[in-house]
């Protein structure tokens, strides 16, 4: 019986790994319930595991029990892929663990029940990885899909914030090596679809740079942080008003100013709103496949 089971289908390796019922024609519908658990100490720590497709990823609120990669996974509905740039990042699955460093002034809970969830274990399209990541941090995915065109136009292979201090290269990407014609004094801190920058994201080189769903991930996990209110730092720098859990918007601006709704954040959240109001993504002259 399990040899006709195993011949009658196959299952991606993340929905197998679920545990999709492989008897249902798209093996995405049908599961049978079983906790699973999620990293991090709270009472959200148990998920059922009941693998539906998706209409659409929304924002969860802060505390909410968040999926797996393995659930998610099963839940992205196919795009085709519309930025052919992206192949070999796009089949480049997590491949290290971040580190601490980067919630190193957080709440502790930031990197115990968030860092250590930072896998970037899926392949798949642009769009596919977006939804991926959106799924996995509870955050609408049509924000990610308009903030990663605010950011790159959706290129994993884009490559900004062109610096001259040597110390904040990224390894084998020193002064002038990268783009010794325009840029033959600097090197570019920051890389990939959401440009995670490299000084204040060390471990998560150079993942940031080779994998689409690592990078995206690692963004995605900043985010959810800031949103969760483990960022309590933001209102010992300069700050538009005070910083609290459960603001989307405010946690976007915060990826681009480093800051809580000043006025760099916000001229980056009207940005980002723009595309999203437009549907940029959607748009022919966005397509490139």
Known sequence: ????????????????????????????????PVPVPVF?????????????????FTTLPPGSALP??????????????????????????????LGSDIFS??????????GVRVTGYFSGTTDEI??????????????????????????????????????RCPPGHGLGVDDPVN????????????QTRYPYEVSAWPGMANSTAFEVDTAYAIWRACYEGYEGWLNQVDHGQDYGPGDVW????????????????????????GYLNSRIWEQAYFQEP
């Open 130 to 167: 977006l939804q991926w990541a959106a799924c996995k941090w509870g955050i609408d995915e049509d924000i990610v899909r308009a903030q990663a065109a605010a950011e790159s136009w959706w290129h994993q292979d884009a490559k900004g914030d062109w610096g001259t201090d040597s110390d």
């Open 250 to 273: 405010g946690c976007v601006g915060r990826w681009y100013a480093g800051r809580w709704h000043t006025s760099e954040a916000e001229y980056y959240i009207s940005r980002v709103k």
């Open 105 to 114: 002034g957080d709440d502790p809970r930031a990197y115990a029940e968030i």
């Open 40 to 56: 991090g100490m709270s009472p959200r720590a148990f998920l059922p595991l009941v693998l539906v497709p998706s209409s659409k």
């Open 68 to 97: 797996s990669d393995a659930q998610c996974a099963a839940r992205v509905r196919h795009k085709p892929e519309n930025k052919r740039m992206n192949d070999m990042y796009n089949a480049t699955s997590g491949h290290q663990q």
């Open 183 to 194: 840029h033959p004094d600097t090197c570019p801190e920051s890389w990939g679809l959401l």
């Open 1 to 32: 019986m399990l040899s006709a089971l195993v011949a009658a289908v196959v299952l991606s390796g993340a929905a197998f790994a679920a545990g999709v019922n492989a008897s249902t024609p798209d093996a995405k519908a049908v599961v049978t």
